[in-house]
């Protein structure tokens, strides 16, 4: 739910809806998103805003932008936190995900 004057900006909070919807798998890996006008529509935003938010999207890596076909989820996308005590296998575990030495 996008709310305006909440002190986050528009474009964020699209931008986080639809990386929630993408993580919680209602955006399933190779999946084509709405193209622009129809996401406008459906947030009820100008299409420069649905830009930003996608730009964002794609520069995080959670989806990938093809010139003339489409948006579509990035497939093999993983949200690999990073701190003081950052661990790999843990990472990719608590995503369900195996890494190489793990069977």
Known sequence: MIERGSGVAVWRQIENELADAIAQGSLAAGERLPNEMQLAEQFAVNRHTIRRAMGELEQSGLIRIEQGRGTF?????????????????????????LGHLET
């Not at 949200?79 to 990719?92: C, H, P, Q, V, W």
């Open 73 to 97: 989820v990035q497939e093999h996308a993983i949200d690999y936190a990073i701190g003081k005590r950052t661990r790999f296998s843990e990472n990719l575990r608590s995503q369900g995900v």
